[in-house]
Nanobody
Framework: QVQLVESGGGLVQAGGSLRLSCAAS????????MGWYRQAPGKQRELVAT???????SYADSVKGRFTISRDNAKNTAYLETNSLKPEDTAVYYC????????????????WGQGTQVTVSS
């Protein structure tokens, strides 16, 4: 039905930057909010940033001023620009999207990607 595929993770030194991408594909009618979450080893998954279909954004306090979420509605893709990375940003980053499919335009469902690893060395 709907697939979310993240890319752009990797190993970077503290202070560096990475640009994560999340491409949605499948039988998509519309995409509502999109968001990025992360999960570090031994910790719960936490919200990093969200963006509405209209472009309104919100961020976790820990990433404000360093991370920027954006989206290209024509490409069904969300991005997370990560700057001034810190070792504590190390985690698997997951993309989430609320989607209505062409088969059921009246139902909004949450979909998740498989995650992309971000590792920040000190």
């Amino acid at each position: 039905q709907v697939q979310l595929v993240e890319s752009g993770g990797g190993l970077v030194q503290a202070g560096g930057s990475l640009r994560l991408s999340c491409a949605a594909s499948g039988s998509i009618f519309s995409i509502n909010a999109m968001g990025w979450y992360r999960q570090a080893p031994g910790k719960q998954r936490e919200l990093v940033a969200t963006i509405s279909s209209g472009g309104t954004t919100s961020y976790a306090d820990s990433v404000k001023g360093r991370f920027t979420i954006s989206r290209d509605n024509a490409k069904n893709t969300a991005y997370l620009e990560t700057n001034s990375l810190k070792p504590e940003d190390t985690a698997v980053y997951y993309c989430n999207a609320f989607v209505t499919t062409a088969q059921n335009t009246g139902l909004l469902r949450s979909y998740w990607g498989q995650g992309t690893q971000v590792t920040v060395s000190s």
